[in-house]
């Protein structure tokens, strides 16, 4: 092993390599913050020139790429209130609000801290025990991923105010029937299309996330347009920003949970970063003593947390597509189409026949991060500034920037119009104050839950009985329900004692 792993530090430990992983990060780090060029798309540029480079040069490319992109999102989330991508939702909820109170060093810094350190610590889940996560993955059925579906939903209670639990069950609702829309992939039926074509391809995720998030936040915006007081107070100090880590290390039951869940999730394919960092979100609330400042910009867990636990995934989602060939995400599936172009199958035998490739990948996502954390010290100044742009000339660019992302998804105006469909619903629930991140889980997870029921109800010949008899859904399913019933009768059990000590 010692001597692969010394072939594979020296593929890396080029200086062309290592420029290249630089190169791939900044790139990475510069699309993941622009909402809507997300890391599958900059990977999916990559893959096509890769293709007469050697694949020890190439990969470590990809994987700066995939780091970088993953990583920046937290840009765009903190200073704009709108993710870069996906695995960035829930760093709007508290890292907005930190900026807007004068703190966006510190809410930046936090993030960045947390992404490298959950990022590294999924690096060394990746290499330590990748052969073993991946089994506990392979054994999970229909019925698993199912009680997981059911477990997230659980966890929407967690991740809203108090009194607002019935609308954001109600968002998740709306975004399952939206999810609804399109073809039946196990019938082949077209449902709630309405006679238009467009809509049995269904609604792209990306576009609907960016219309909720982006157009919402833009109108809001454009109230305050001339205003004083409501623009981020930015100024950025490099001394806070490296004194935030001593800050960052004092959370380390926070960083070491929400990386675990991170890393967990992103084994599972096709679930991705983008729920790890909501169960993370919410997980920390749960453990909170003070949930009630959730949302408030307040605490520093309630902005690490999501960013430890999306880039912990990344190294998770790297593990099924590695020993199984089976992609985490869909940043991976390309990955996965980088490895056939260059006539390689990922899975067991890549380790046996490919081992210093194997440990090219395991250095430069290493690397990769350490590169992250140190251009990310000089490319938020530079990021900051231009946001410090007066919101009237800003809001314009942003509208254009959102537009060309979501047209540039599959090129056709249908995702535009639905871009904008969804920013107006969006700017309505937030005028009815509905969470609307409930809609986005319910319109991305709608279509897993209903293929992993279906397979479930088909392979148990209708039988509902395996959700629970199966060890490991019907402990999912125990814990979802324990978190709904649970918190409500704690609550009045304290209100009753507060009220009756006797």
């Given at each position: 092993?010692?001597?692969?792993m010394?072939?594979?530090?020296?593929?890396?430990?080029?200086?062309?390599?290592?420029?290249?992983?630089?190169?791939?990060?900044?790139?990475?780090?510069?699309?993941?913050?622009?909402?809507g060029?997300?890391s599958?798309?900059?990977?999916a540029?990559?893959?096509?020139?890769?293709?007469?480079?050697?694949l020890?040069f190439?990969?470590?490319?990809?994987m700066?790429?995939y780091c970088?992109?993953?990583?920046?999102?937290l840009v765009?989330?903190?200073?704009l209130?709108?993710?870069?991508?996906?695995a960035?939702?829930?760093?709007?909820l508290d890292?907005?609000?930190?900026?807007?109170?004068?703190?966006?060093?510190?809410?930046?810094?936090l993030?960045?801290?947390?992404?490298?350190?959950?990022g590294?610590?999924?690096?060394?889940?990746l290499v330590?025990?990748?052969?073993l996560?991946?089994?506990v993955?392979?054994?999970?059925?229909?019925?698993e991923?199912?009680a997981?579906?059911v477990?997230?939903?659980?966890?929407?209670?967690?991740?809203t105010?108090?009194?607002?639990?019935v609308?954001a069950?109600?968002a998740?609702?709306?975004?399952?029937?939206?999810?609804l829309v399109?073809?039946d992939?196990?019938?082949g039926?077209?449902?709630?299309?309405?006679?238009?074509?467009?809509?049995?391809?269904?609604?792209?995720?990306?576009p609907a996330l960016?219309g909720l998030f982006?157009?919402s936040?833009?109108?809001?915006?454009?109230?305050?347009?001339?205003?004083?007081?409501?623009?981020?107070?930015?100024?950025f100090?490099?001394?806070?920003?490296?004194?935030?880590?001593?800050?960052?290390?004092s959370?380390?039951?926070?960083?070491l949970?929400?990386?675990?869940?991170?890393?967990?999730?992103?084994i599972l394919?096709g679930v991705?970063p983008?729920?790890?960092n909501?169960v993370?979100?919410?997980?920390?609330?749960?453990?909170?003593?003070?949930p009630?400042?959730?949302?408030t910009?307040?605490?520093?867990?309630?902005?690490?947390?999501?960013?430890?636990?999306?880039?912990?995934?990344?190294?998770?989602?790297l593990?099924p597509?590695?020993?199984?060939?089976?992609p985490?995400d869909?940043?991976?599936?390309?990955?996965?189409?980088?490895?056939?172009?260059?006539g390689?199958?990922?899975?067991?035998?890549?380790?046996?026949?490919?081992?210093?490739?194997?440990?090219?990948?395991f250095?430069a996502?290493f690397?990769?991060?350490?590169?992250?954390?140190?251009?990310?010290h000089?490319?938020?100044?530079l990021t900051?500034?231009?946001?410090?742009?007066?919101?009237?000339?800003?809001i314009?660019?942003?509208?254009?920037?959102?537009?060309?992302?979501?047209?540039s998804?599959?090129n056709?105006?249908?995702?535009?119009y639905?871009?904008?469909?969804?920013?107006?619903?969006g700017?309505f629930l937030?005028?009815?104050?509905?969470p609307?991140?409930p809609?986005i889980?319910?319109l991305?997870?709608g279509?897993?839950?209903e293929?992993?029921l279906?397979?479930a109800?088909?392979?148990?010949?209708g039988s509902?009985?395996?959700?629970?008899?199966?060890?490991?859904?019907?402990t999912?399913l125990?814990?979802?329900?324990?978190?709904?019933?649970?918190?409500?009768?704690?609550g009045?059990f304290?209100a009753?004692?507060?009220?009756d000590?006797?």
């Open positions: 092993m010692y001597d692969l010394l072939v594979g530090a020296s593929h890396v430990f080029q200086p062309w390599t290592l420029l290249a992983i630089m190169c791939g990060v900044a790139g990475g780090l510069v699309i993941g913050s622009i909402p060029l997300t599958t798309m900059a990977i540029l990559m893959v096509p020139l890769t293709y007469a480079m050697d020890e190439a990969l470590p490319l990809l700066g790429v970088g992109a993953i990583s920046g999102g765009g989330a903190i200073l209130n709108i993710p870069g991508t996906p960035s939702a829930g760093t709007c890292g907005y609000p930190m900026a807007a109170k004068g703190q966006a060093t510190r809410a930046l810094a993030a960045v801290y947390s992404s490298m350190i959950g590294t610590l999924s690096g060394l889940a330590l025990i990748a052969p996560l991946a089994k993955a392979l054994s999970f059925g229909p019925w991923y199912f997981l579906v477990f997230t939903f659980s966890c929407i209670s967690a991740m105010a108090k009194g607002r639990a609308k069950f109600m998740a609702f709306i975004g399952l029937a939206l999810a399109g073809l992939e196990a019938s039926q077209t449902r709630l299309t309405f006679g238009f074509t467009a809509f049995e391809s269904g609604f792209y995720e990306l960016i982006a157009i936040q833009l109108l809001a915006d454009t109230d305050d347009i001339g205003q004083k007081g409501k623009v981020l107070k930015i100024d100090q490099l001394r806070t920003f490296l004194g935030t880590f001593r800050e960052v290390m959370r380390k039951r926070d960083l949970r929400s990386s675990f869940i991170g890393v967990i999730i992103g394919p991705g983008g729920l790890s909501i993370a979100y919410s997980q920390a609330k749960r453990a909170s003593k003070t009630e400042k959730f949302g910009g307040e605490l520093p867990e309630s902005v690490m947390s999501p960013e430890a636990a999306n880039n912990a995934s990344m190294g998770g989602a593990i597509m590695l020993t199984l060939g089976i985490g869909a940043s991976t599936l390309m990955m996965l189409g980088a490895f056939m172009l260059h390689i199958d990922p899975g067991p035998l890549l380790f046996r026949d490919h081992g210093d490739l194997i440990w090219v990948i250095i996502f690397v990769a991060f350490a590169f992250c954390t140190v251009i990310y000089f490319f938020i100044p900051m500034k231009a946001i410090s742009v007066p919101r009237q000339y800003v314009p660019v942003l509208l254009i920037l959102c537009t060309v992302g979501c047209y998804l599959n056709r105006m249908f995702d535009v639905c871009f904008l469909g969804f920013g107006l619903l700017y937030h005028i009815a104050r509905v609307v991140l809609v889980l319910g991305i997870l279509p897993m839950a293929e992993q279906s397979l109800l088909a392979f148990g010949q509902v009985l395996p959700f629970v008899t199966r060890p490991i859904s019907g999912i125990l814990v979802a329900v324990l978190s709904l019933v649970l918190p409500p009768l704690l009045r304290r009753k004692t507060a009220i000590p006797a």
